[in-house]
C-alpha cells in the first residue's frame, strides 16, 4: 500500500513539473457520466448518475489545472421503491495535464472527492448518513469536448463519461 502511495505522489509530481502551456483548455465544459456496479449479496451501490463542469484555471505562466464540480446521485438497489441507502453526491476534484499533446488534446488525471448524502437511512448517530469517497478519473480534453473514464477495481465500478463546451469559437 506505502508502494503505491509513494508512486502515485511521484507520478503527480512528475505531471505537475512538466505540463507546459501547450494546448492551454480555455473553455468550460459541461457534462454527464454514468456508472454501473456488478450487484452483489452486500447491496452495495449499483448505480450512479453524476453531472459536472471542469473549468480550467491558469496557475501561473506555464501550468494550469483544471477544477473538477459534480452534482449527483447513486443507487443502491435493484427495486427503487424499497431502498433507503440511496445518496446524493457532490464531487469536487483538480484534474492535472500530461505533459504531452494528444491528437489535438491532452490527457488529464483527475483526482476527485466525493460525499455522500444519505437521507433517507436509519441510523442512530446523524453524521453516519455521509460518506466520504475518493476517485481517480482519466480524461481526454480538447476545448470543445471531454471523454472520460473512471475504474475502480477495488469496487468492481466502471464510471463512463462525455462533456461538451456550449461556448462557440
Known amino acids: 500500500m506505502k508502494k503505491t502511495i509513494l508512486t502515485l505522489l ?15 483548455p480555455t473553455t468550460n465544459i459541461i457534462g ?6 456488478s450487484i452483489d449479496d452486500t447491496r452495495q451501490e449499483v448505480g450512479f448518475l ?6 480550467p484555471q491558469k496557475v501561473t505562466d506555464e501550468y494550469y489545472i483544471v ?15 424499497e431502498t433507503n441507502d440511496d445518496a446524493y453526491v457532490f464531487s469536487y476534484g483538480v484534474g492535472i495535464p500530461s505533459p504531452k499533446d494528444f491528437k489535438g488534446g491532452r490527457l488529464y488525471l483527475y483526482f476527485i472527492n466525493d460525499y455522500h448524502y444519505r437521507p433517507n437511512i ?23 469536448f471531454e471523454l472520460t473514464v473512471t475504474n475502480n477495481p477495488f469496487k468492481n465500478w466502471t464510471i463512463f463519461g462525455m462533456g461538451y463546451s456550449l461556448t462557440r469559437k
Open 10 to 24: 511521484v507520478m503527480v509530481g512528475s505531471l505537475m513539473s512538466q505540463a507546459q502551456l501547450i494546448a492551454t
Open 50 to 55: 453524476n453531472s459536472n463542469v471542469t473549468i
Open 67 to 81: 477544477h473538477y464540480v459534480g452534482l449527483g446521485y447513486s443507487f443502491s438497489s435493484v427495486n427503487l421503491e
Open 122 to 144: 436509519v441510523v442512530e448517530d446523524p453524521n453516519d448518513r455521509d460518506l466520504h469517497k475518493m476517485r481517480m478519473r482519466i480524461a481526454y480534453r480538447t476545448n470543445k
Open 32 to 37: 454527464i457520466e454514468v456508472g454501473l456496479n
